[in-house]
Structures are given as C-alpha cells and as structure tokens.
C-alpha cells in the first residue's frame, strides 16, 4: 500500500534556494494534499490551504518590495517565482479536476 501513495505523489516544482537548500513542492493526488520541503523541513497541507498559503505570500512579498529598498533585480526575481507559483496553482487546481 505504502508504494501506491508514493507512486501518487509527484515532483510539481522545485528550485535551489541561497546556501544550495532544495526547495521541492510535491502533490499527493489520493491525499489532495500538498508538501514543501525546504531543506530538512517538510510542510504538509491541504491543496486548498496552499492556495491560500500561496496568496498570503504573494501579498507579503509585495509589501516587502515596496517597504524596503530591494534592487531592481531581487524585484524581478519575486515577480518572476509569482508568475511561476501562478502557473502551479492552475496546475494544481488541473490535477484535482482530473
């Protein structure tokens, strides 16, 4: 049983953060549920909660970007991971219709 629930989970993103830590989010279809690693922590949500987690972040980072005084590149940067986080969530929300 063990082996189906993995076979269930797949890699939908991934990314090596400052200080080579991996940074991976996996879905759980069977379980529709959501996990991010960050190095040696692990999260594990519900995918409904992440979209939500996802929304809280995007907002944060851009209060950050705009109460301190990031260069020009570390804001294309976050503009960037939120266009990319965007394209997760409406892939995430595919694979739940599916």
């Given at each position: 049983m063990k082996k189906q629930l993995i076979n269930q989970t797949r890699i939908v993103q991934?990314?090596?953060?400052?200080?080579?830590a991996e940074c991976k989010v996996l879905y759980n279809s069977a379980k529709d549920m959501v996990e991010l690693e960050v190095g040696g922590t692990s999260l594990r949500i519900a995918a409904t909660s992440f979209f939500?987690?996802?929304?809280?972040?995007?907002?944060?980072?851009?209060?950050?970007?705009?109460?301190?005084e990031l260069n020009t590149q570390s804001q294309q940067?976050?503009?960037?991971?939120?266009?990319?986080?965007?394209?997760?969530?409406?892939?995430?929300?595919?694979?739940?219709?599916a």
């Open positions: 991934q990314a090596v953060l400052a200080g080579n939500m987690m996802h929304e809280m972040m995007r907002k944060a980072a851009a209060k950050l970007v705009m109460q301190t940067a976050v503009v960037q991971q939120d266009a990319y986080l965007m394209q997760d969530s409406h892939l995430l929300a595919q694979l739940q219709v």
